[in-house]
């Protein structure tokens, strides 16, 4: 357990690594109050703890019982017809992307390191490189303090059918168990992104911002002829040529 960022560091009473669900449910009904409401601990579940910059595997407060749940590391379905992933929270961005290597379909990654889980990045309210990691979440497989195994949100299975619209009629709960702590996420069904044909990166360096401003109008007067569009149309001819450098 390290610490990282400008916090200060907290202590842990314990950390716990089941390697199973079942694991997940017998360790969280030990450790659950007793029939009168006496006795709780509290359990700071993370999955990969690599939350760099914000505590990484630290627990909030001071005495909690960490559980890292690195330990549950399967891609359990892999659903490349409707582009759906269900992956339990040891699964680093690493190990998916490279189970999509050669599928029509990519993992919204983020900037952080290949290691970083999947699941607990989605659970902080992580940012991924095509769109935030919450929009990928269709459902979440969680176990609540009692031990009870719930599955909330679009879950895959016999009778839901996937789709690549998160949410559902109604109300949802997904979002009761992000950035709340009130349940440990043993799995999640995230959506994927349909691989682009080509992906090119284009990088272009202008001396001074007036050059920039009409390079950028002649791409769109070049466009608008291959369109068959008026100029107005792109909105093109009101952008003003302002001498700012670029620094
Ligand atoms: C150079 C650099 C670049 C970075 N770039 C990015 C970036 O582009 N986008 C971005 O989002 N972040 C970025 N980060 C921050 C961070 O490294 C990532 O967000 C990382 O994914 C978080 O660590 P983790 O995946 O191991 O999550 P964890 O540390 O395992 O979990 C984070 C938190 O989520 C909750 N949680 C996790 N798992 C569970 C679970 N199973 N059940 C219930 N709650 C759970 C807990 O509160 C936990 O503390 C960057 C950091 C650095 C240093």
């Known amino acids: 357990m390290a610490g990282s960022g400008a916090f200060r560091d907290r202590g842990a009473h314990i950390v716990l690594s089941p390697a199973s669900v079942d694991e997940v449910r017998a360790l969280l009904r030990e450790l659950a109050p007793d029939a009168r409401g006496h006795g709780a601990i509290p359990v700071q579940p993370c999955s990969t703890g690599l939350n760099w910059g914000f505590g990484a595997d630290q627990p909030a407060d001071d005495g909690a019982v960490l559980m890292h749940l690195g330990g549950l590391a399967a891609i359990r379905d892999l659903d490349l017809d409707h582009g759906i992933a269900v992956v339990e929270p040891g699964v680093s961005q690493q190990a998916l992307a490279q189970r999509l290597e050669g599928s029509p379909y990519l993992l919204n990654v983020t900037a952080s390191s290949s290691r970083t889980s999947v699941v607990g990045n989605a659970l902080d309210r992580g940012v991924?490189?095509?769109?935030?990691?919450?929009?990928?979440?269709?459902?979440?497989?969680?176990?609540?303090?009692?031990?009870?195994?719930?599955?909330?949100?679009?879950?895959?299975?016999?009778?839901?059918?996937?789709?690549?619209?998160?949410?559902?009629?109604?109300?949802?709960?997904t979002d009761l168990f992000v950035q709340s702590g009130l349940g440990v996420v043993t799995a999640a069904a995230v959506r994927l992104i349909p691989r682009?044909?080509?992906?090119?990166?284009?990088?272009?360096?202008?001396?001074?911002?007036?050059?920039?401003?009409?390079?950028?109008?002649?791409?769109?007067?070049?466009?608008?002829?291959?369109?068959?569009?008026?100029?107005?149309?792109?909105?093109?001819?009101?952008?003003?040529?302002?001498?700012?450098?670029?620094?």
């Open 128 to 173: 991924g490189l095509h769109r935030q990691r919450t929009h990928d979440v269709l459902g979440l497989e969680v176990v609540l303090a009692d031990g009870t195994v719930v599955h909330v949100g679009r879950w895959p299975g016999p009778h839901i059918a996937p789709a690549p619209y998160a949410h559902q009629v109604g109300p949802g709960l």
């Open 196 to 247: 682009p044909q080509t992906h090119r990166v284009v990088r272009l360096a202008f001396a001074a911002a007036a050059m920039c401003v009409q390079c950028v109008l002649h791409a769109a007067q070049q466009l608008a002829a291959r369109l068959g569009l008026r100029e107005r149309q792109l909105g093109c001819e009101h952008v003003e040529c302002h001498h700012h450098r670029v620094t």
